[in-house]
C-alpha cells in the first residue's frame, strides 16, 4: 500500500490518501507537482479518492497545495518512523 500526503499552506496537518498499485500513486504524484508548477491551469481543484477506505474523498484548492510525498506503507514498518526527510545524519 503506497500513501500520497498533501501538505496545504495554514494547515498544520496533512492530508493523506493510498493507492495499491505504485504506478497509481506515481501518477497522481506526478499529477499534483503539474498542478503545483502551474502547468493545469484549466482546473482549480484538485479530487482524489482512497483505496484503502472506498468512501474516503478529498477535494483541495489546487493553489494552496505547498508538498506532496508518496511512500510506501509496510506492515513491518509498524509506523515507527514518518515519512518524509530526516534530519538524522
Same mark, same amino acid.
Given at each position: ?9 495554514? *494547515? ?36 482524489? *479518492? ?40
Amino acid at each position: 500500500m503506497y500513501s500520497l500526503e498533501i501538505s496545504l499552506r495554514y *494547515s498544520p496537518f496533512p492530508l493523506s490518501i493510498q493507492r495499491k498499485d505504485y504506478e497509481d500513486a506515481k501518477r497522481i504524484y506526478d499529477e499534483i507537482k503539474n498542478f503545483m508548477n502551474g502547468n493545469n491551469e484549466n482546473s482549480a481543484l484538485i479530487e482524489l *479518492s482512497c483505496e484503502k477506505v472506498q468512501d474516503k474523498l478529498i477535494t483541495v484548492l489546487a493553489k494552496e497545495v505547498i508538498s506532496v510525498q508518496i511512500y510506501e506503507k509496510s506492515a513491518l514498518a509498524g509506523g515507527s518512523k514518518r515519512p518524509g526527510f530526516s534530519l538524522d545524519i
